[in-house]
């Protein structure tokens, strides 16, 4: 445990990052100046610049402890990556320290066993990690980090990132062009805020589950007498101990300059989370890659363990990720999807409102697609997540606003609420209600997109609505341009009508949990891709790699290898799960059945000797034996079906990763199944693992 941990305030804010403050220390006001203006215009250093930058950031960095400097990539695994070189030289039998423009600039890693998808196959292994001068430069664990793009030796992005800066250029550029309608010149950037969700469970008992340390989730486990039924957990009381790593882990991140905001506890047993103050959108990417770093690492200070899976226990509520996505005017310091005191009249507002409209209805397939993954699977769709069907929740209030959008005396909002109770002040309310069962819901001033699962990446989600909310823009920018006053307000009417219409399908602010909203999701055409298999064989359709392609996001061969690595991803996912139910089975599962099963015998013997036999005791024995037996053969039939979809050739992704879905998952349902219900008839001291109970209230005070 950290023991500065209550030594820490806001003065400590980005210390460990090389912010503007830290470059115009290290650089003289004239490079400074000429450096930053640089990076701001997305230009290119020319050599001297960049080797003044790079040594100003090595003689920063050493005095910040570091020794070492490392290029910090996010490659399509979805985690991040890095690979540490120390700044010693020796020159003339002396060790110095040194760190030219081009280490900062370019790294050239031999990547490949990192997923790649075909675009570089291991024969030329050449990966090349770029610094991205957008997000910053900072130190940690006596380590420079260097945020940097990767790709291949062709050029075709290997990582998460490459796409993500791309498509907020896309965008920045579009909504600019919008902006200009309205006679503003301003660049605009797309704003991101995570919300984290995570468990927090004892490491010495994590350590003893096999299925925690290899799968992030536990494979087996009998439902506990009570989990989150109460709502006694959410919001409630944190903690001491909790505390304690909350308050470690805001210090740390504070330090790296993420503004960790919010904390409470979530509505499972152990389950918490952490928001953060929304950044831009790579920086927030960036940011969200170290919070769930720095939640791991604090947390085995700690003597816990972080989970980040998205469904560590079965019949429990998962973790999942809220992306709160806007766009920001940068000079003004403007939230464009702030509706402001009348947003009937805010027709800047309703028209990009509009393009988010037509974007989640174009774009559905593909959100669900950028949020798929197997362990994303158990979550969505399980009544206490999102469903696996795209909608967008706006509210009554802006329903009504652009269904009157071309009518006289329009609607308009009641903007304040009163509680009933004179000495609560009155105030304003949102302009939308919550709606917790929305997947992508307009909360107020933001979107919030529900889906992303707890470990993901926030990237692809992003690059998806960053990509179709530009390609609206686009459009509309063709309908709009040349045209003034109020010849232009009625263009605008006209277009948020028209648009409005032919897709308010994707607007939905019922109960997306009922069984209603699938049937009527259902009648209006709106795509229901239950699995992450079902979503990713739709990855290249043609519209979705149109959209993707359209201003150069992702391209052909991108495309491709992104589409191989999901399917691949899939099957190796789920196959590392079915071998650690076989090992569990085989090696303490079964052991811990044999042994209760033949103690129990012998007690029986023992008593029958003695006369004191008991049938209800025979039961049991016998209910065991059949335990055994159906275990057995369930994991028989695992193991022959693991097999199976492990001899067939890596060049049929497709069929395995259909047969994954279809036979192998419901192989490991049965097996669980029978393992839960024999678990609770084996006597706890005979059960090796630690059970539901143990782990979920490991951290009790
Ligand atoms: P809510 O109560 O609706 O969940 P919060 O105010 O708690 O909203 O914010 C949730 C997250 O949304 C936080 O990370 C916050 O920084 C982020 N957020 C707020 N405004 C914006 C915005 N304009 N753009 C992006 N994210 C935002
Ligand atoms: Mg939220």
Not at 47 to 59: D, H, I, Q, V, Y
Not at 269 to 289: G, K, M, R, V, Y
Not at 447 to 471: C, D, H, W, Y
Not at 653 to 665: F, R, S, V
Request: contains cysteine; negative net charge.
């Amino acid at each position: 445990m950290n023991n500065n941990v209550n030594m820490f305030d806001i003065s400590n804010f980005g210390v460990n990052v090389f912010s503007r403050e830290a470059m115009k220390k290290y650089l003289s006001k004239e490079d400074f100046e000429i450096i930053t203006k640089n990076i701001d215009d997305g230009k290119a250093l020319n050599l001297g610049e960049a080797n003044t930058l790079a040594s100003a950031l090595m003689k920063w960095a050493i005095d910040k402890g570091a020794t070492h400097f490392t290029h910090w990539f996010q490659p399509l695994t979805g985690f991040t990556a890095e690979k540490h070189e120390s700044f010693l030289n020796i020159i003339d039998d002396k060790p110095i320290n040194e760190f030219s423009c081009h280490a900062l600039i370019k790294g050239e890693t031999d990547g490949s066993s990192f997923p790649s998808g075909g675009l570089r196959a291991t024969f030329e292994a050449r990966g090349y990690t770029v610094w991205d001068p957008t997000s910053n430069c900072f130190v940690k664990n006596n380590t420079l980090y260097i945020p940097t793009a990767f790709c291949s030796y062709g050029g075709d992005s290997l990582d998460k990132k490459t796409p993500l800066l791309r498509s907020m250029e896309v965008i920045g550029k579009e909504a600019s062009k919008i902006l200009s309608l309205f006679g503003i010149v301003d660049k605009v950037i797309p704003t991101v805020g995570s919300e984290q969700e995570y468990f927090l469970i004892d490491k010495k008992l994590y350590d003893e589950r096999l299925d925690l340390v290899v799968c992030g989730r536990t494979l087996f486990g009998a439902k506990p007498p009570k989990a989150q039924e109460l709502g006694d957990h959410y919001f409630g009381k944190i903690n001491k101990r909790v505390s304690e790593f909350m308050r470690d882990v805001d210090k740390q991140l504070w330090e790296l300059g993420v503004p960790a905001k919010t904390e409470h506890n979530e509505a499972a047993p152990a389950q918490h989370e952490l928001a953060p103050i929304f950044s831009s959108n790579n920086i927030e990417t960036d940011h969200n890659q170290l919070t769930m770093e720095i939640m791991q690492s604090t947390a085995y200070d700690h003597g816990l363990v972080c989970l980040l899976h998205e469904k560590p226990f079965e019949g429990i509520n998962g973790s999942g990720k809220h992306n709160n996505w806007s766009l920001k005017m940068v000079k003004n310091n403007k939230n464009i999807f702030d509706p402001g005191d009348k947003p009937e009249d805010n027709l800047m507002f309703l028209l990009f409102l509009t393009s988010l409209i037509q974007a989640t209805y174009k774009a559905q397939g593909l959100i669900r697609i950028s949020v798929a993954s197997p362990s994303n699977d158990h979550r969505l769709g399980g009544y206490e997540a999102p469903p696996a069907i795209v909608s967008l929740f706006l509210g009554d209030d802006l329903c009504n606003i652009l269904e009157s959008i071309d009518k006289e005396g329009q609607v308009s909002v009641k903007n304040s609420l009163d509680t009933g109770v004179k000495s609560i002040s009155q105030f304003d309310k949102d302009t939308s209600d919550r709606n917790r069962t929305s997947p992508f819901a307009f909360t107020g001033s933001k979107f919030e997109l529900r889906m992303v699962g707890s470990k993901q990446s926030i990237a692809s989600p992003n690059v998806v609505i960053n990509t179709a909310v530009a390609s609206a823009l686009h459009d509309y920018y063709e309908i709009l341009k040349g045209k003034t006053g109020e010849e232009l307000n009625k263009a605008i009417r006209l277009l948020i009508k028209d648009e409005y219409n032919k897709y308010k399908d994707i607007v939905f602010n019922g109960n997306c949990y009922s069984e209603e909203w699938v049937k009527e999701a259902e009648k209006r055409g709106l795509k229901n891709y239950k699995t992450t298999y079902d979503a990713c064989i739709h990855f290249k359709d043609e519209d979705n790699a149109n959209l993707l392609k359209r201003f150069n996001v992702l391209n052909d061969n991108e495309l491709e290898s992104r589409y191989e690595i999901m399917l691949d991803d899939y099957v190796k996912q789920l196959m590392i799960e079915a071998d650690t139910m076989i090992k569990m089975v085989r090696k303490e599962i079964l052991p811990s059945v044999f042994a209760y099963h033949g103690d129990l015998a012998k007690w029986l013997k023992d008593a029958k000797d003695m006369n004191a036999y008991a049938n209800s005791e025979y039961e049991i024995l016998r209910s065991l034996a059949n335990y055994i037996e159906a275990i057995n053969s369930l994991l028989g039939d695992l193991v022959k079906k693991a097999d199976e979809i492990k001899k067939i050739d890596d060049t049929d992704l497709n069929l395995k990763a259909k047969m994954t879905k279809e036979e192998l998952l419901p192989c490991m349902e049965k097996l669980r199944s029978a393992v839960d219900k024999c678990e609770e008839i084996v006597a706890k001291d005979y059960w090796s693992l630690p059970d539901y109970c143990d782990l979920l209230y490991s951290v009790k005070y």
